[in-house]
Structure formats: C-alpha cells, structure tokens
C-alpha cells in the first residue's frame, strides 16, 4: 500500500496498521480489497475521517492519502513530513506515523 501523509492539527491520536488489502485506522479497518486495477474509490465514499484522498489501485497496489494527526508541539517532521510528496510504502504491520508532538523540555 503506497500512502502519502498530510497533517492535521487535532487531538484526536491515529493508529494504522496494513494487512494485504485492509488499511486499520484506529482499530477500524477499510478493506480495499474489491478495488479492481484502475479503479478509483472517491473520499466521499469512504467513511473515515483519516483518509484525505480518493483511494486507488494501479499496478496492483492500493494508494491514498492519510491524515496525519498531531499537536501544538509537532516537530518539522510532523508538519512537513516526506511522505507528503513521495509515498511510503507498507506491505504489513504498522504505517511509520510521525510523532504526534515534541515532548516538552523539562527544567530541572
């Protein structure tokens, strides 16, 4: 699965996990399995708040883009990820999220 990251200032957290065809946000997962090459599946049809883009399959792999969420602390990596114009690719296991925040310095 190829997926690009696009930011999102919230405090709601994310969890993604890929599986074959089945994106799992936060425990939910979107199975993309039906999507034929070539097809397209709009975002209005997908019913997630994390998913920022249609979703589709070309040479066999399912792409999209998913929101990113993070906090008022969020390092550089967070706000301007690389996955942002060149996507990650995941074949299993869990999407490689920024931090969601920097922790704050502590002062002794």
Same mark, same amino acid.
């Given at each position: +699965? ?6 999102? %200032? ?5 969890? !993604?996990?890929?599986? $074959? ?5 936060? $425990? ?13 599946? @709009?975002? %209005? !049809? ?5 998913? &920022? %883009? ?5 040479? $066999? ?11 008022a602390n969020a390092p550089r ?5 690389? &996955? ?6 995941? +074949? &299993?296991?869990?999407?490689?999220? @920024? @931090? ?9």
């Open positions: +699965m190829k997926i690009k990251l696009s930011p999102l %200032s919230t405090e709601e957290r994310l969890t !993604a996990d890929v599986n $074959g065809d089945t994106l799992v946000l936060n $425990g939910t997962p979107l199975n993309f399995s039906p999507l034929g090459e070539g097809d397209i599946l @709009p975002i %209005s !049809a997908i019913d997630s708040p994390w998913i &920022a %883009s249609d979703v589709t399959r070309t040479d $066999g792999e399912i792409s999209l883009t998913l929101r990113v969420p993070h906090g990596e967070t706000l301007f990820p690389a &996955a942002f114009d060149v996507p990650i690719t995941v +074949m &299993a296991g869990p999407v490689p999220l @920024p @931090p969601y925040e920097t922790e704050p310095e502590v002062m002794s």
